[in-house]
C-alpha cells in the first residue's frame, strides 16, 4: 500500500499552477477564435491548459457554423451573456467568480449574465480541478483576456457601423457607446457582425487597471444561491437516472484487508435488495479496494441491508497502525537527530553564544475531512461505455481512474460534474467513483452509490499528524538567533512523506534566519493520507507559530514586534516567484490584524489576545484571537481578526465568507478534533465522536484585506493555518497555560 496517485494528484495540480505563474503563459495556454452561433450570436472558445493550438485549430472552427460546446462565452441577440464555469464548484466560490473575471473585462452588466457549469473536457478546457487554491490564479489571466478580446471585437464592430474610429467608443453595462453622437448598440445588436471580424493577438488587447475594475472587488451574491435555498437538484447526492438501483459498498475497516466470507444470500434475501456480490478490487487505494456491494431499490434498502451483512475479514496483508504506539514511538526519536533536510550557517555556534535558550516538543492528530455531503456516485455502465455523475474536486483525473477500474479507454468514460458538498481535499481522490463504476458495470444498471458518515470517517485519506521537537535560541538584543526543528511524520514507502506530511521551505521561518536546522524522522504508515485544507500547513503552522510565540516571550518582547524583525526589510524570498513569501507583504497584514484587533490595549483578567502568522498556498495571512479562560478551563473565543494579502479580490462575499469558514474550520479542528487508530482501524465512527463546532461556540470573525495588483492568489487555504496558534498565543495571555499538544479537549478546556 502506498500513496503514490496522491503525490501524482498534486504533482498535476502543482504542474497547472508552475504554467499559470510562468513568464509568457499566454503564448502556450490562450487561443481565442470567434464564429457565428445559431440564431446569429457570438461565442467565443478559449483554449487553456494542456491542448494544443493545433487542437483548437482543428476543432471545426469554421467561422460559418455554430460554435459547439468548445466556449466560455457566448453573446445572444438579445443581449444576454452565457459564461461557462470550467472549475468544480466546491463551496469556494469560483461558479461565480471566474465569470466575474470574463464579465469585468468585457465591460458586462452582471443582470445580463448568465452562468452553467462547463462540461468536464481537458482538450477543450484544459486542466479543471478543485485543489490547492488555484482556481483564480490559474484562470485569472487567461479570462480576463477572453473578455477583453471579446470587448475589443464588439466595439470593433460598432465602430464600423457608426463609421467612426474604435478609439472614439467605450463600453459600459453591455453596450458599445460612441459618447460625441450619443448613440448606443447593446451588445447583441452587434455580436454577429462582431463574430465575423478577425480575432486580434490577446497581447495586443490593453486590460484594465484595478482602479477601473466596476464589478470585481464588489459583494455579489453567489450564481446557485437560490437554487440552494430552494433545494434544488445539485448536488451528487441528488442525481437520479431513469431505471436507476441503489448501492452501498462494505470495505475492510483495516485498510488492504480482503473478503474471505460473507452471508450474501441471506443479504440477498432481504427486503429491497436486487443483489450482493463481491467485489475484489484491483489493490489500488484510490481506486477499487475489495469488497462487499449491495445494491437495491433504495437507499434504505441498501444502507438497511449492509447493517445485516456479515464479513469475515482476511487481514493478513491489512494495517496494523497503532497511533498510541506512534506517539510512544515519536516521544524516542524527539532526541535522536533526525535525517538533514536543510540548514543554513552555524547553528552549534549560534547556541553556544546564545542568552536564552528554549525547547519545546508540539504534537497534532490524524483528522478526517468530514464533508457535509458524504462520497457518493452515480454510474450507468452500458455497451461497454460508463456514463458518470460524480461530486469530484479531480474530475478528470476521476475519468482516467475509472477507465482504468474497469478496463475500458478513457474516452469511453463521460463525466457529468456536478456541485460538491464540501470536499476540503478529500475529493481530490475518486475511489467512490471507481466504486460505483465497478458496481454499475457487475450489476447491469445504472446505480448510485451511497456512503454513510461512518463509511467516510472510515475509508477517509486522512491528515497526518505530525511531531516537532524545536530547539530556539534568542540573542543578548532579544533577537532570534537560532532555529532547530526536528520534525517526525510518516510514510507509506520509508522514502519520503506521506501526502500532506512534508516539511518544505515555504513553511516559515527558517528561509529569513541566519542560523537554523531542519531534519526529519519517518515512522511507518499504512493508513491512507491525503491534501486536507492547507496540506502541511494545517498543522505545521500551530506548531512553528506557537513556538515563535515562546521564544518571544522568553525574549521579553512584544510579540508583534519581534514577528516584524525577523521578516526583515522588504523582499521576495524567491526574487521573480510572485507565489513566494514576500516580507514587506507579511508585515502589512501583520500591522493590519494587530490595527483592527486592538492589540495592546487593555484587557480585562482572564481574557488575552493571541497573534499567528502564516504564508501558505501563496496567501499571507495574520490572525489575532482574543480569548477568554476561568479556572475551571472554560474557553471562549470572543473574536478573530483576520488580515489577508491575495492581490486584488475578485468577489468580497465570496471571500470574506472564505476567511469565515476558514476561522470556524480552524477552531472547531482545534478545539475537539482528532482520531484514533488501533489495528489499522478509525475508532471514530460519527460525530458524536468527533464533535464539530456548534453554533453557540463561534466567534465573531472580522476580515480585512490588503489589496494590491499582485497577481491573485487563492483564498480556499491560507486563512486556516494561523488561527489555531493565534487561539493558543491567546491562551497563553490569558492564563499563562502553555498548549502544544491539538486538540484542545485533550488537556480539559472546552468551549
Not at 466556449?71 to 464548484?89: F, M, Q
Not at 542560523?515 to 491525503?530: D, E, V
Request: with cysteine.
Amino acid at each position: 500500500m502506498n500513496d503514490q496517485g496522491l503525490h501524482d494528484v498534486m504533482r498535476e495540480i502543482e504542474a497547472q499552477d508552475a504554467l499559470a505563474y510562468s513568464s509568457s503563459p499566454m503564448n502556450r495556454r490562450l487561443f481565442l477564435r470567434v464564429s457565428g452561433v445559431a440564431g446569429g450570436g457570438m461565442m467565443l472558445a478559449l483554449q487553456m491548459g494542456l491542448a494544443s493550438r493545433t487542437t483548437a485549430l482543428a476543432a471545426g472552427l469554421s467561422g460559418d457554423e455554430p460554435f459547439a460546446p468548445n466556449a466560455y462565452l457566448r453573446i445572444s441577440p438579445d443581449g444576454s451573456v452565457l459564461i461557462y464555469a470550467k472549475n468544480p464548484e466546491i463551496g469556494q466560490g469560483v461558479k461565480t467568480a471566474l465569470p466575474m473575471i470574463v464579465a469585468e473585462e468585457l465591460d458586462a452588466d452582471w443582470s445580463d449574465v448568465q452562468v452553467e457549469q462547463s462540461e468536464i473536457d481537458q482538450s477543450r478546457y484544459g486542466s479543471q480541478f478543485a485543489g490547492g487554491s488555484r482556481s483564480i490564479p490559474s484562470n485569472w489571466d487567461p479570462l480576463r483576456k477572453a473578455g477583453a478580446v471579446a470587448r475589443h471585437m464588439l466595439v470593433a464592430a460598432a465602430a464600423t457601423r457608426w463609421g467612426v474610429s474604435a478609439d472614439q467608443c467605450k463600453t459600459e453595462k453591455s453596450a458599445v457607446l460612441h459618447p460625441a453622437s450619443g448613440r448606443r448598440l447593446g451588445y447583441g445588436e452587434v455580436a454577429s457582425q462582431a463574430a465575423a471580424l478577425p480575432v486580434p493577438d490577446p497581447e495586443s488587447v490593453p486590460l484594465k487597471k484595478r482602479s477601473e475594475y466596476k464589478l470585481l472587488g464588489k459583494r455579489i451574491t453567489g450564481v446557485d444561491n437560490h437554487s440552494l435555498v430552494t433545494g434544488k437538484p445539485l448536488f451528487g447526492i441528488d442525481q437520479k437516472v431513469e431505471g436507476m438501483l441503489y448501492a452501498s459498498y462494505e470495505k475492510c475497516p483495516a485498510t488492504g484487508g480482503k473478503v474471505a466470507q460473507a452471508n450474501l444470500e441471506e443479504v440477498r434475501s432481504l427486503p429491497g435488495v436486487k443483489d450482493a456480490f463481491v467485489l475484489e478490487g484491483n489493490g489500488k487505494v484510490d481506486e477499487l479496494m475489495p469488497g462487499v456491494a449491495i445494491v437495491a431499490d433504495s437507499t434504505w434498502a441498501a444502507i438497511n441491508a449492509k447493517r445485516r451483512l456479515k464479513v469475515t475479514w482476511d487481514e493478513s496483508e491489512a494495517s496494523k497502525d497503532s497511533f498510541s504506539g506512534a506517539v510512544k514511538k515519536a516521544a524516542e526519536l524527539a532526541g535522536q537527530q533526525g535525517q538533514p533536510l536543510r540548514q543554513g550557517g552555524d547553528v552549534a555556534a549560534a547556541f553556544a553564544s546564545t542568552a536564552k535558550t528554549v525547547e519545546a516538543f508540539y504534537s497534532y492528530p490524524f483528522l478526517s475531512h468530514a464533508p457535509l455531503e458524504p462520497q457518493n456516485c452515480t454510474a450507468w455502465f452500458k455497451d461497454g461505455s460508463v456514463e458518470i455523475w460524480a461530486p469530484s474536486q479531480t474530475p478528470q483525473r476521476a475519468v482516467t481512474k475509472a477507465a482504468n477500474t474497469l478496463g475500458i479507454p478513457a474516452e469511453k468514460v463521460t463525466l457529468h460534474q456536478t456541485r460538491i458538498g464540501g470536499g476540503f481535499g478529500r475529493r481530490l481522490i475518486n475511489d467512490y467513483v471507481c466504486e460505483a463504476a465497478a458496481i454499475s458495470q457487475k450489476a447491469g444498471a445504472p446505480v448510485k452509490l451511497q456512503w454513510t458518515r461512518e463509511d467516510d470517517m472510515a475509508h477517509d485519506f486522512y491528515r497526518v499528524a505530525g511531531f516537532h521537537s524545536f530547539k530556539g535560541a534568542v540573542n543578548q538584543s532579544g533577537r532570534l538567533s537560532a532555529w532547530q526543528d526536528h520534525f517526525i511524520t510518516f510514510s507509506s514507502n520509508g522514502n519520503r512523506p506521506v501526502s500532506g506530511g512534508s516539511m518544505g521551505r515555504s513553511e516559515f521561518p527558517e528561509y529569513l534566519l541566519e542560523n537554523f536546522k531542519i531534519t526529519q524522522s519517518l515512522m511507518p504508515l499504512s493508513t491512507p493520507c491525503g491534501p486536507w485544507r492547507a496540506p502541511g500547513s494545517n498543522g505545521i503552522a500551530f506548531a512553528v507559530q506557537c513556538f515563535l510565540h515562546e521564544l518571544a516571550v522568553a525574549a521579553g518582547r512584544d510579540h508583534q514586534e519581534f514577528l516584524l524583525e525577523v521578516m526583515g526589510e522588504p523582499r521576495w524570498i524567491d526574487p521573480g516567484n510572485a507565489r513566494s513569501l514576500h516580507t514587506g507583504r507579511a508585515a502589512g497584514v501583520i500591522r493590519l490584524a494587530a490595527e483592527k484587533s486592538g492589540w495592546g490595549k487593555p484587557l480585562p483578567a482572564g481574557r488575552g489576545r493571541g497573534l499567528a502568522f502564516h504564508f501558505s498556498h501563496a496567501g499571507h495571512f495574520a490572525e489575532v484571537a482574543e480569548v477568554s479562560v476561568d479556572a475551571d478551563k472554560n474557553l471562549k473565543v470572543h473574536k478573530i481578526t483576520v488580515a489577508g494579502g491575495v492581490g486584488p479580490i475578485i468577489n468580497l462575499s465570496a471571500a470574506e465568507n472564505q476567511c469565515q469558514g476558514a476561522v470556524i474550520d480552524g477552531l472547531s479542528t482545534a478545539l475537539g478534533l482528532q482520531l484514533s487508530i488501533e489495528k489499522g482501524r478509525v475508532q471514530e465512527s460519527n460525530f458524536h465522536q468527533y464533535p464539530i463546532l456548534r453554533m453557540p461556540s463561534a466567534p465573531q470573525v472580522d476580515v480585512h484585506f490588503i489589496e494590491s495588483d499582485y497577481p491573485p492568489t487563492g483564498l480556499g487555504e491560507p486563512a486556516l493555518p494561523p488561527v489555531a496558534p493565534a487561539i493558543c498565543n491567546a491562551i497563553f495571555a490569558a492564563s499563562g497555560q502553555r498548549v502544544r499538544e491539538l486538540p484542545l479537549s485533550k488537556h480539559g478546556y472546552s468551549a
